[in-house]
């Protein structure tokens, strides 16, 4: 009888004690995974792959050196902080079969939605002109799209007391338009967004699959949150505008978000979170662009370089000029 008792008993301890232990270790497994650590030097290489069999200028194109900054560790209102990410390799990316260029769909077209004829909207052309440059892919402006009251959800956000537009009614609108020639095509608006999972904002929404995408820049300007405009207004709005296009695109591309560099594909929770990030794309994310557009890196900086002086974008200008130092030996350029 005792035996029964005692045996059934210890059982009943034991089994205690493991569950007890399978507590504590998926308690670590959860905060392993719940806390975000930058990425080592290691894991940075491995993530850009084996670059060993690609051209001389490919190989330096993809070897970070000191232009590139690596992940910091976020703060607890980023985006790693409240949404630890695990990144996409280039290895990865390869494995997702991103949508790849074809003899057929070979344009970017960017479709205005709603007023832009503001005073501090930034210019269509010069969106244009960075999205044909950033992006290598020849870029088509398509005219302005009205949308009646009855196209699109509209709510009024608390707070900012402001129209929101529901993003994903817009990507419906904009699918079926998909020209037969795209690659992808790029809604871009002035109305403020939301999506169903948020209840504050979103900057855009894009669906890889349907090659669409819409975003934005409402926020980019300093008076929608009743703040001052700075004297170089324009300049803000446009480089937080080519920065969300960059950012938005790429994830079209078939990219998901960086965690390895300090880069405009990493995940952004906020404004200026948003603006810390570097225009220029990091080997990692370089690599898998050049991976469907198969450009030459040193034609694409010199481009981009001039694209970057004329917008006064002048922190990319010079950051261009280092790294074409470094890439393809360039001591100076004037232009
Ligand atoms: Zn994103
Ligand atoms: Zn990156």
């Known amino acids: 009888m005792q035996r029964r008792v ?4 210890l059982v009943g301890l034991m089994l205690l004690i493991a569950s007890v232990r399978w507590w504590q270790a998926s308690q670590e497994i959860e905060d392993t995974i719940l806390q975000f650590h930058p990425p080592s030097l290691e894991q ?3 993530a850009i792959g084996d670059i060993r069999d690609l051209s001389p ?5 993809f070897t970070p050196g000191r232009n590139f900054l690596p992940m910091p560790m976020p703060g607890p209102r980023d985006w790693l ?7 996409q390799t280039f290895n990865d990316f390869l494995r997702s079969e991103p949508n790849r260029l ?4 070979r344009l970017i077209y960017l479709q205005p939605i709603g007023d832009f004829a503001t005073n501090f909207a930034p210019s269509l052309e010069k969106l244009r002109e960075f999205t044909e440059t950033y992006f290598t892919l020849e870029t088509k402006l398509l005219p302005t799209l009205t949308i009646a009251a009855d196209q699109v959800t509209t709510r009024v956000r608390e707070g900012t007391e402001r129209p929101q537009w529901l993003a994903a009614d ?6 079926p338009q998909l020209p037969p ?8 608006t002035l109305t403020d967004l939301f999506s169903q999972t948020t209840d504050t904002y979103v900057f855009g929404q894009a669906t890889i699959k349907n090659r669409t995408g819409i975003f934005s820049f ?15 207004v324009k300049t803000l709005i446009l480089r937080r505008s080519c920065h969300t296009l960059a950012h938005e695109t790429c994830h079209i591309f078939g990219m998901q978000h960086c965690i390895f560099y300090s880069c405009p594909v990493n995940g952004s929770n906020h404004l200026a979170e948003n603006d810390s990030r570097p225009m220029q794309l990091c080997p990692v994310c370089l690599r898998k662009l050049h991976a469907i557009v198969g450009f030459d890196p040193v034609e694409r900086d010199r481009k981009l370089q001039e694209v970057y002086q004329q917008f006064q974008f002048l922190d990319e200008a010079a950051w261009i000029q280092r790294r074409l130092r470094a890439v393809a030996g360039e001591s100076h350029r004037n232009n």
């Open 181 to 188: 020639d795209a690659y992808c095509l790029l809604g871009i």
């Open 81 to 87: 902080a409240k949404y630890p990410e695990g990144g």
């Open 218 to 232: 409402a926020r980019f300007d300093p008076a929608f949150y009743d703040d001052p405009r700075p004297t170089d």
């Open 57 to 61: 200028t490919l190989q330096k194109a």
């Open 44 to 46: 940075r290489l491995a």
């Open 102 to 105: 074809d003899d057929q769909r």
């Open 170 to 175: 817009l990507l419906k609108l904009l699918e």
């Open 6 to 9: 005692v045996i059934p008993g």
